[in-house]
Each structure stands twice: as C-alpha cells, then as structure tokens.
C-alpha cells in the first residue's frame, strides 16, 4: 500500500475509529479437527458483531514471518515493519514515559538470580517485587562512566528499561541475555565496527553493576536485551489527519503507540473495565482510539487454551459497552497469532472484523478463524487495515478525476 497516495486523500470527517488489539488473538485446535481457542469461546456479542461486519485474516509481515509485538503493531498502524524497524530497548523506555533523545540507546533489562558461580538459576528473579525493584534501580543509577550518563527506570517485577546517553553510539549489539538457565550471562558484543564503543561502555556498566547487586538476594544480577535506538517514523496526525489516543496497560504497547504520535492515556488501573472506563472518559476528545488487551496472549505463551479462551470471552462481555459509544469503525484484530498448542508467537495470519454502516457485510455470524477465511475482506497484509478503515470513516477523498 502506497501510502503517499492515502496521506494526500485525507479529509475531515467527524467520524471516529476504535482499533481494538486482542494481542495474538491467533490460534490452533488442542487436537486435530477441534477448534481453536476463538471458536471455542463463548462470544455473543462478536458474534452478532461479525454478522454485521467485513471479515478476514492479515499477514502482520510477510507470509511465513512470525511476528514480535513490534512489527506487528506498526503494520496495523500501517506502517511497513520491514522499512520501519523498532527494537525492543526503545519501546520498554517509551512505555514508561521516558523521553529518548536521539543519540539515546535502550534495551530491556531483567533482574536475575545467579549462584556462586555466576550461573543463572533464574531469569526473572522471583519476579521481585516491584517495590524492591524501585530499590535495585535506584542503586544502579547511581553508576557513573566517564562518558556517557545512565538511567535505570523500573517498570514492573523484575523487568527495567535501561538507557544509555552519549554521543555515537548504535545499536548493533548482541544480547547478554541467553534465554535460558544453568548458563553465564553473556558479555555484549559489536555486531559492526561502528557498535565498539557502545559494547565497551554497556560491558563497564554490567561489571559496576555485578558488584552493586553481588549481596543482594534474589536480584543479584541483570540481563539486557533488545538494544534498540529511537527510529523516527511519520505520526498519526501527519501520515491520517487523526487526533489518536492510546489505551494500553503493559509499557511496550504505550511505547508503540507513542512512537506513532499517539496520546498516551493514563489508566486509573489494571484491569479490563479500567481500560474501558478511560476510553469512556476520553471519547470526545480524539478521533482514533487504540485498545490493547494482553492476557490472551499471555495465555497463549503460557501454553493455556482454556486460559484464553476465558480471556476471550472477557473482551466479549465489554462489546456492549464499546458499541455504545456508537463508533463509526470498528476494528477488532489482533498483532499477531499466539496458539497455545505453540506456546508463542506464530506464522498464522489473524482473524479480523472491520463494522462501519459502509461496509458489505458478510452475514457470517461467527467471529473465528475459519469464519474469517471465508470473509469478503480475503487475507491481505496488515498494513491495509488503516487506509480500509479510514475509507469507511469517510476520511479518504476520490482519487483521481
């Protein structure tokens, strides 16, 4: 998709878009012939939705390419992942809010457990609690380097982002973290000549840092991972002509939505209902709404089918109250597949409804993947979602005489 040509169609309306992620919303049947976590939840209302609506299923990347988060947000914001590239360190710093500078590099970081021999036993410590890691973090601020500044900022349990500010440094590093136990963290590595003195000045601050937590119990390492610098993309106001805002709990789906240009609502919780309450509260003052809802891919990472398929028939029970709000688009999707019978991310192209009163509905009243399959939208790239749902906000002129 061109999308030049839709930024130069862009017209006025006073329409508004909710885009509604059940993140890796994707599954497999438990067995074969079965179902999958979708069709087997109980879902009226998406149900009675997806009578009324344009369905199909969209490839996040490029068919056969399994997904992060990352990409698969950007392409259903509309934005190619394979020309915009964001790393994990810069989504987790903009999640809390931190303002990235462009000379900035940024990664995850996880608070660890390693024996006497500096063995990981534990990759997330206990999950510490997030008042201790308010602790931990605030020693590690405290690390100084000859040249560059450091700043450890505590998101929740064990995970922090971690940034580093000085002139000339890139983000082509290895990771220290090996993704798994009963091995040593690893040193950072250059992944290119022009990456040496980023490694050297991560490494300085991992040795101060092994002595800072050395007595500390269960947190008496780190592990970093994702390096990543701020990339620049065009926002949402500039590319649609969209006052956007962003509904989301977990920091790396803030991160995403505030890189694109959304405003990023403060949520009076964690919750479902707390998300809903917000977009409530805020629905006079924005044109485009995203909501993102995490657990139903937690639950399928975790391997638990009937996990999410309760997650699903959660988001069910709150359609009653996003129709009220009497939105001219409706997009429910999600950024990825995550089938619990996998416990990750996959491949699979992921089942999405699109209402507008413009659209041809398709009168399947089911919401799932082989219902979507047959879905007039077909399976087309993600990336096509916005300029779909733009059109049936009747945001997008004629082109052409």
Not at 97 to 106: K, M, N, R, T, Y
Not at 298 to 307: A, I, Q, R
Request: proline share 6%; charged share 20%; with cysteine.
């Amino acid at each position: 998709m061109n999308t030049d040509v839709i930024s130069e169609l862009i017209q006025s309306a006073q329409t508004k878009i909710v885009m509604l992620i059940m993140d890796g919303l994707g599954g497999l049947p438990r067995e074969r012939g079965g179902n999958t976590e979708l069709e087997t939840a109980f879902t009226p209302n998406l149900d009675d939705l997806a009578e009324q609506s344009s369905l199909g299923l969209s490839i996040p990347v490029r068919p056969g390419i399994t997904p992060g988060s990352g990409p698969g947000h950007l392409a259903l914001f509309g934005y190619d992942p394979l020309q915009y590239k964001i790393g994990r360190g810069a989504m987790e710093a903009l999640g809390v809010d931190f303002e990235l500078c462009p000379e900035d590099l940024a990664a995850r970081g996880n608070y660890c457990t390693v024996n006497e021999n500096g063995v990981i036993i534990d990759r997330r410590a206990g999950r510490i609690g997030t008042d201790v890691n308010q602790e931990l973090s605030m020693l590690l601020s405290m690390i100084k380097l000859d040249d560059a500044d450091i700043f450890i900022e505590p998101i929740k349990e064990h995970r922090f982002a971690y940034i580093l500010r000085a002139p000339g440094l890139n983000d082509a590093l290895s990771e220290t973290d090996p993704q798994r136990t009963g091995v040593t963290p690893l040193p950072v590595r250059a992944l290119k000549k022009h990456s040496e003195k980023a490694a050297n000045l991560v490494n300085q601050f991992l040795s101060s840092a092994q002595l800072v937590l050395q007595n500390k119990q269960p947190a008496n390492m780190i592990l970093l991972r994702g390096f990543a610098k701020l990339p620049i993309l065009p926002t949402f106001q500039m590319k649609y002509g969209l006052r956007s805002a962003g509904i989301a709990v977990n920091g790396m789906y803030r991160g995403v939505a505030r890189l694109v240009g959304m405003q990023v609502m403060d949520i009076n919780g964690l919750t479902l209902k707390d998300e809903f309450d917000t977009l409530e509260n805020n629905w006079e003052n924005f044109d485009f709404f995203y909501l993102h809802v995490k657990n139903i891919d937690t639950f399928g990472e975790l391997g638990d089918f009937d996990g999410k398929v309760k997650a699903i028939e959660e988001v069910d029970a709150y359609i009653p109250r996003l129709l009220a709000l009497k939105p001219d688009v409706i997009i429910i999707t999600g950024d990825h597949s995550s089938p619990a019978v996998l416990k990750s991310h996959s491949w699979h192209p992921v089942p999405l409804l699109l209402y507008s009163p413009f659209v041809r509905p398709d009168g399947i009243r089911e919401f799932g993947e082989r219902a979507c399959t047959h879905g007039s939208l077909g399976t087309f790239p993600a990336t096509n979602i916005m300029p779909i749902a733009l059109a049936n906000a009747l945001r997008l002129a004629k082109y052409g005489a």
